[in-house]
């Protein structure tokens, strides 16, 4: 069974980066059937998709955050990573890993796993 | 693609029906919608795929349908387990979105 384990500080200064790993067990970070992405949550808030990263090294963006996020994977630790720099207190969130696999009918990418989330609060 | 989500609270009682809407602001492609519940301090998890495809291990009193710009999620007889808020999420673009929520309250 999938597991996904968020690593990562919970506070981080403004103007800083925001940098927080999630570890894959129980399936394949290799695999090409899958993509895997980071979500957030400001307190209070709904879901924000942040980006998705394969593999192979190719990622794709929310425009919103384009310019400031980075998502790697690094295939040999079985992790995938997100960066986030220049963060002011609107990036304060819960923020998740997930997993995005293909439908059997459509073969697009949602999500079907999560990790737990990680509080990250922006505050000096 | 915005997803609009209403009612924003549904307000009813255990062993009564829910009936959730999803609006989108444009055909999503290949009926790529998908619904998760979400619980206090939790993540979300998956119910539905595919506008209608329940996720594995899901009960069979959470169904779902839809196309094109209009989606529901129904739960037939709720569970005191049931109460949480449920997010709809289309998937057929390349930029991902997130509806507002749906808060399912006793």
């Known amino acids: 069974q999938l597991q996904l384990q968020q690593s990562g500080p919970g506070l981080v200064k403004p103007s800083e980066t925001l940098a927080l790993t999630c570890t894959v067990s129980g399936d394949s970070i290799s695999s090409s059937s899958y993509f895997w992405g980071w979500i957030r949550q400001p307190p209070g808030k709904g879901l924000e998709w942040i980006g998705s990263g394969y593999y192979t090294g190719s990622a794709n963006y929310n425009p919103s955050l384009r310019g400031r996020v980075t998502i790697l994977v690094d295939r040999s630790n079985r992790q995938f990573s997100l960066k986030l720099t220049s963060v002011t207190a609107a990036d304060t969130a819960v923020y998740y890993c997930?997993?995005?696999?293909?439908?059997?009918?459509?073969?697009?990418?949602?999500?079907?796993?999560w990790g737990e989330g990680t509080l990250v609060t922006v505050s000096s | 693609i915005v997803l609009t989500q209403s009612p924003d609270t549904l307000s009813l009682s255990p062993g009564e029906r829910a009936t959730l809407s999803c609006r989108a602001s444009q055909t999503v492609k290949s009926r790529s919608l998908a619904w998760y519940q979400q619980k206090p301090g939790q993540a979300p998890r998956l119910l539905i795929s595919?506008?209608?495809s329940r996720a594995t291990d899901i009960p069979d009193r959470f169904s779902a349908g839809g196309s094109g710009t209009e989606f529901t999620l129904t739960i037939s007889r709720l569970e005191p387990e049931d109460f949480a808020v449920y997010y709809c999420h289309q998937y057929g673009t390349s930029l991902l979105t997130f509806g507002g929520g749906t808060k399912v309250e006793i």
């Open positions: 997930a997993r995005l696999t293909p439908h059997y009918i459509s073969g697009l990418h949602y999500f079907d796993s």
């Open positions: 595919g506008a209608s």
